[in-house]
């Protein structure tokens, strides 16, 4: 089950586990796009379901890994992906209460139901993979302030080691995924200023962006049981931005 598949990271991710033999519960708000991604999956061969999901509402998340178990005979992975980066998420002073409470009920409150729902299907097929996509924002700090995006993904990663720890020896593993910025629409729009482009780009290392099959590769890896011992982690695919301290010219 991905959350957020319907575009981005989570459609690559779909499309990516589905050409490794997963069968996929596709969980979006955008049911036209979603639906194309069960449509993609299923021309080529593969077995997918879309359900309308809104992360922050429990009884539809509930009703999506309902589907897992029901379409597929159990869930083995789930992949808590879906988040919003409102252009009006700014500093501390600048960022209104509303705008605070929406980005923690998607990328906070979304994972915490995703996990509440998800891990008890898990633990009924005898365990499995759950990769929380966190961000690199939730280990270091930017003067280009995104406060409440940049506090919902720490709360990724608290929340992520705990159950890694908690459920460490009943066959579940959790581990958080923590992106750079990746070329997506959600960032493309913050990116068409110039300004804030240079801004940005000065800081990678690579000079590039991500694209979202890197970091869906890093997300099948974890999923998979190639990174059977790999639980609790922070799993950084940020292409060293975390790591510099002057960059190349």
């Given at each position: 089950?991905?959350?957020?598949?319907?575009?981005?990271?989570?459609?690559?991710?779909?499309?990516?586990?589905?050409?490794?033999?997963?069968?996929?519960?596709?969980?979006?708000?955008?049911?036209?796009?979603?639906?194309?991604?069960?449509?993609?999956?299923?021309?080529?061969?593969?077995?997918?379901?879309?359900?309308?999901?809104?992360?922050?509402?429990?009884?539809?998340?509930?009703?999506?890994?309902?589907?897992?178990?029901?379409?597929?005979?159990?869930?083995?992975?789930?992949?808590?992906?879906?988040?919003?980066?409102?252009?009006?998420?700014?500093?501390?002073?600048?960022?209104?209460?509303?705008?605070?409470?929406?980005?923690?009920?998607?990328?906070?409150?979304?994972?915490?139901?995703?996990?509440?729902?998800?891990?008890?299907?898990?633990?009924?097929?005898?365990?499995?993979?759950?990769?929380?996509?966190?961000?690199?924002?939730?280990?270091?700090?930017?003067?280009?302030?995104?406060?409440?995006?940049?506090?919902?993904?720490?709360?990724?990663?608290?929340?992520?080691?705990?159950?890694?720890?908690e459920y460490a020896r009943q066959g579940?593993?959790?581990?958080?995924?923590?992106?750079?910025?990746?070329?997506?629409?959600?960032?493309?729009?913050?990116?068409?200023?110039?300004?804030?482009?240079?801004?940005?780009?000065v800081h990678l290392p690579m000079g590039?962006?991500?694209?979202?099959?890197?970091?869906?590769?890093?997300?099948?890896?974890?999923?998979?049981?190639?990174?059977?011992?790999?639980?609790?982690?922070?799993?950084?695919?940020?292409?060293?931005?975390?790591?510099?301290?002057?960059?190349?010219?």
């Amino acid at each position: 089950m991905i959350t957020g598949a319907a575009s981005g990271i989570g459609r690559e991710a779909a499309l990516l586990f589905a050409d490794e033999g997963a069968r996929v519960v596709v969980a979006d708000r955008a049911r036209e796009a979603g639906a194309a991604v069960v449509a993609t999956i299923e021309s080529a061969g593969g077995q997918a379901r879309f359900v309308a999901t809104d992360v922050s509402c429990g009884d539809q998340v509930a009703a999506a890994v309902a589907e897992a178990e029901r379409s597929f005979g159990g869930l083995h992975v789930l992949f808590n992906n879906a988040g919003i980066f409102p252009d009006a998420d700014g500093s501390p002073v600048d960022t209104d209460e509303a705008v605070w409470d929406q980005v923690m009920q998607v990328n906070l409150k979304g994972v915490f139901l995703g996990c509440k729902y998800g891990i008890p299907a898990l633990l009924r097929a005898g365990g499995g993979s759950i990769v929380n996509t966190a961000s690199f924002v939730a280990v270091m700090g930017a003067a280009t302030s995104q406060i409440a995006y940049t506090a919902s993904k720490g709360g990724v990663l608290a929340m992520t080691r705990e159950i890694a720890v908690e459920y460490a020896r009943q066959g579940l593993r959790a581990n958080a995924l923590c992106p750079g910025p990746v070329d997506t629409p959600l960032l493309q729009q913050l990116l068409s200023d110039p300004a804030a482009r240079a801004r940005r780009f000065v800081h990678l290392p690579m000079g590039r962006l991500a694209q979202a099959g890197e970091i869906a590769r890093a997300a099948l890896f974890l999923a998979s049981d190639e990174s059977s011992y790999v639980n609790g982690a922070t799993f950084m695919v940020d292409g060293a931005i975390t790591s510099a301290y002057v960059t190349p010219e």
